[in-house]
């Protein structure tokens, strides 16, 4: 595998000489600045790809390039965005990267209650309440219907047996603060989002009632709109991935549940059968996050990267712990549901050297001070990518393959 890392750019506080002391090969990014639905120019592409490799390391990944939302409800400006997208792949593809990582989720991208969820061991990891979830969905966001939705919610066989999400909500909804509200609010739509080019930015005023303006937007959009909505984005750019040889993978559905009456498409294995086949081309591909696989009961992870591995361009190694409540948090990167141990050894066999990234570690040793992404700290991600190099390193040899370490007399 080559050892990625997700870097945000030249402002961002973990620099490029930190990452080549730490074993990292490749970087991960985007162009952050660049307004959402505007064409990522060549000289902008050339700037950025000529200072990583000023570094000795090179542009693996681009995650993301955001699909902005017309074209997943498919609104009127769909095609001419469409050609915007198709036009950043040639130019991105022209100065050399390959592999973009995107992701076909309705308005949020990724989704957490707790950004600093306390671990036995005193560091924090981020987790997800669903009564915490449900108190935003029926009390902050007031969208019609969620008090009916919330009532009728089933966790999947095993788990979260007896609980009552809704009178959860409901009790909590008595001790909330205005500030509490506020901080809900501020990890829901603001810090999981602002820092990976979604709709929602750090500052943005009325962030509610802009979610609002945006979930108007799916109405009368559901399961079948949408996948049909994705086949049509993907069918359109499939000739110039040919042309290209660019690789396009799909991040899953980050926790993999319908959430806020939207319909989420790449959650199950099923979902994913259905977006491989129906646009049945070796650069339709998939990020195989296995840290929000893993957050859904259903997923079997490991069977899935065995059925997945030839499709797979580009890997995020993560790990769940599922409560017998049904909350889930990020577990260890030895441990948890995702079975990294296996995972490596799945696709170091069936499709080895691909670009990998550890994903989400956590939040310790004075990480929390120093302002990074929510999940994106340094020692917590560089802990994880130590331990996640020492089980490609195993599994190489194991498998006859050459593990490179690169920045060491060896
Ligand atoms: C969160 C990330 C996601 C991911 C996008 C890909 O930590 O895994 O934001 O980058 O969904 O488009």
Redesign the pocket.
């Known amino acids: 595998m080559e050892k990625t890392w997700?870097w945000f750019g030249k402002k961002d506080k973990i620099t490029l000489a930190m990452l080549r002391q730490i074993g990292v090969e490749g970087i991960v990014t985007a162009l952050h600045d660049v307004p959402l639905g505007q064409v990522w120019t060549r000289e902008q592409i050339r700037d950025l790809r000529e200072y990583i490799e000023s570094y000795g390391m090179r542009w693996s990944v681009v995650?993301?390039l955001?699909v902005v939302e017309t074209i997943k409800y498919g609104g009127p400006d769909r095609d001419e965005q469409i050609e915007v997208y198709k036009q950043s792949l040639r130019n991105l593809s022209a100065e050399g990267v390959h592999c973009i990582?995107?992701?076909f989720?309705p308005v949020l991208?990724?989704a957490r209650t707790d950004l600093l969820h306390e671990n036995p061991n005193g560091a924090t990891n981020l987790y997800f309440n669903y009564a915490e979830f449900a108190y935003f969905d029926i009390y902050i966001l007031k969208r019609p219907g969620a008090r009916e939705e919330w009532a009728a919610f089933r966790f999947p066989e095993g788990y979260g047996e007896g609980r009552d999400v809704l009178a959860e909500a409901d009790a909590l909804a008595k001790t909330m603060t205005p500030e509490k509200d506020h901080a809900l609010v501020e990890n829901i739509v603001i810090k999981?989002q602002g820092f990976?080019s979604?709709n929602f930015k750090e500052g943005d005023e009325a962030p509610v009632q802009k979610f609002r303006e945006f979930l108007a937007l799916y109405k009368g959009i559901d399961k079948a709109a949408l996948r049909a909505n994705m086949k049509y984005f993907l069918e359109a750019i499939m000739p110039v991935c040919e042309e290209c040889g660019m690789n396009m993978c799909v991040?899953p559905d980050?926790p993999p549940i319908e959430v806020l009456g939207l319909p989420r498409i790449v959650r199950t294995e099923e979902d994913i059968e259905w977006l491989l086949n129906a646009v049945p081309n070796k650069h339709n591909g998939l990020?195989f996050?296995a840290?929000?696989l893993s957050a859904g009961a259903y997923n079997d992870v490991v069977g899935m990267a065995r059925k997945f591995a030839s499709r797979t361009h580009f890997i995020?190694l993560r790990s769940c712990h599922i409560f017998p409540n049904g909350d889930f948090t990020e577990a260890s990167h030895l441990g948890g549901r995702a079975d990294i141990i296996e995972l490596v050894r799945i696709f170091e066999k069936e499709n080895p050297g691909l670009p990998m990234r550890v994903?989400?570690g956590m939040t310790m040793l004075g990480d929390e001070t120093r302002g990074y992404n929510a999940?994106?700290s340094f020692l917590g991600r560089m802990f994880a990518m130590g331990q996640v190099q020492g089980i490609i390193a195993t599994v190489d040899r194991e498998l006859g393959l050459t593990y490179r370490q690169p920045g060491f007399f060896d």
């Open positions: 997700r995650e993301s955001p990582c995107y992701n989720m991208d990724w999981t990976v979604g991040h980050d990020t996050c840290g929000s995020h994903d989400h999940g994106y």
